[in-house]
């Protein structure tokens, strides 16, 4: 069965703060396209439904933001001269 965008609205209106939603890439592509304003179009309905987009090798990840801003977590700054050598 194919996802649909009634039904991808209706399973990020549902989430629960923090919670991440995976749809395959194959629906991704069906649902916003493969061009370069895919990206713009998902991220604006994510957005819609308090949600970030983050791309994945075969899939979208949607993750719900937090309501309250004093428990969202915060933004991870990283050291270029920190964690993996180079």
Do not use: W
């Amino acid at each position: 069965m194919n996802l649909t965008l009634s039904g991808l609205r209706a399973r990020l209106n549902r989430l629960d703060e923090g919670t991440i939603l995976r749809i395959s890439e194959h629906d991704y592509e069906r649902l916003f396209g493969i061009n370069h304003f895919a990206a713009a179009r998902v991220a604006q309905f994510a957005k819609e439904h308090n949600c970030l987009t983050v791309p994945g090798t075969d899939a979208v990840y949607f993750r719900k933001q937090f309501d309250d801003p004093a428990i969202r977590p915060k933004p991870v700054d990283l050291d270029p001269h920190q964690g993996r050598d180079l």
